[in-house]
């Protein structure tokens, strides 16, 4: 009878308490950075798309644009470094600034066709969408 | 006071489907987007050694260009684990659950 209740108290423990985390909790922050970020990724490959081969898409007109970027993305991993169990989210936004230093140089050299411009576009958004689904899956569990 | 009745089996049983009724659900959500991605970046591959060979990018453009994907399956690949993660972590707790309705159940009153 001992043993059973002796059992019973280290199953309550985990059970009672808000069960068992393996990883980190949603940060709404973080995800709405990430979706602002993304939001002015996407404007920026419409305006690259648009001015392809004219005097307009020169590297110096759209350095803010990779400043801003590079910062977003540099706050948000001093934030999630900051909380706890955010080793895969830190990963994921280390990836994409890697892909952002890669652009920045990509087009300093000059675009030389919009094929370049289209493989760049589609990798970097499979980049946020995967990031973006970790995020809703993070936000469905804490929903539950 | 007579001994709770308590079969392992059951708990083994009812834990095992929990769990799995989870990791199902989520698994077929996942994998079909993750493939797509994965697809779109094979065929990036592939556009980049096509680049290349007409000569419309240096060889240095293309090592740049190879990173922007390999970075980009990555970034995938930790989506898929963490998402792994997320759902066992489910498994487990919906296996938990499964658990402390069997308890309460043949102790007769809610002690979890």
């Known amino acids: 009878m001992l043993k059973f209740f002796g059992s019973l108290f280290i199953l309550s423990f985990f059970i009672s308490c808000s069960g068992i985390r393996l990883i980190q909790?949603?940060?709404?922050?973080?995800d709405n950075r990430i979706n602002s970020l993304q939001e002015k990724t996407a404007?920026?490959?419409?305006?690259?798309?648009?001015?392809?081969?004219k005097p307009d898409l020169n590297y110096d007109n759209f350095i803010s644009f990779y400043d801003d970027s590079k910062a977003d993305i540099n706050v948000l991993l001093v934030r999630n470094r900051a909380?706890?169990?955010?080793?895969?989210?830190?990963?994921?936004?280390?990836?994409?600034l890697i892909q952002f230093n890669s652009l920045e140089?990509?087009?300093?050299?000059?675009?030389?066709?919009?094929?370049?411009?289209?493989?760049?576009?589609?990798?970097?958004?499979?980049?946020?969408?995967a990031i973006l689904q970790f995020q809703l899956s993070l936000k469905k569990r804490s929903n539950t | 006071m007579s001994k709770p009745k308590l079969i392992f089996s059951d708990i083994l049983d009812e834990m095992s489907s929990a769990a799995k009724k989870v990791l199902k659900t989520r698994w077929k959500k996942v994998?079909?987007?993750?493939?797509?991605?994965?697809?779109?970046?094979?065929?990036?591959?592939?556009?980049i050694a096509e680049l290349k060979l007409?000569?419309?990018?240096?060889?240095?453009?293309?090592?740049?260009?190879?990173?922007?994907?390999?970075?980009?399956?990555?970034?995938i690949l930790l989506s898929f684990e963490g998402i792994g993660?997320?759902?066992?972590?489910?498994?487990?707790?919906?296996?938990?659950?499964?658990?402390?309705?069997?308890?309460?159940?043949?102790?007769?009153?809610?002690?979890?």
Do not use: C, M
């Not at chain 2, 993660?85 to 159940?105: D, G």
């Open chain 1, 83 to 96: 909380l706890y169990k955010t080793s895969i989210t830190q990963q994921q936004l280390e990836s994409l």
């Open chain 2, 31 to 47: 994998k079909p987007l993750a493939e797509l991605q994965l697809k779109s970046i094979i065929h990036n591959f592939e556009q």
């Open chain 2, 85 to 112: 993660i997320v759902t066992a972590e489910e498994a487990i707790n919906s296996a938990l659950s499964a658990v402390k309705t069997i308890v309460n159940k043949a102790i007769g009153w809610k002690i979890l």
């Open chain 1, 43 to 53: 404007k920026f490959f419409i305006r690259v798309d648009r001015q392809f081969a």
């Open chain 1, 105 to 129: 140089l990509l087009h300093k050299k000059g675009f030389n066709s919009k094929e370049e411009i289209y493989i760049i576009k589609s990798a970097i958004e499979n980049s946020f969408t």
């Open chain 1, 25 to 30: 909790d949603y940060d709404s922050i973080s």
């Open chain 2, 54 to 75: 007409q000569g419309k990018i240096t060889e240095e453009q293309a090592r740049l260009h190879l990173t922007i994907q390999k970075e980009s399956i990555r970034t």
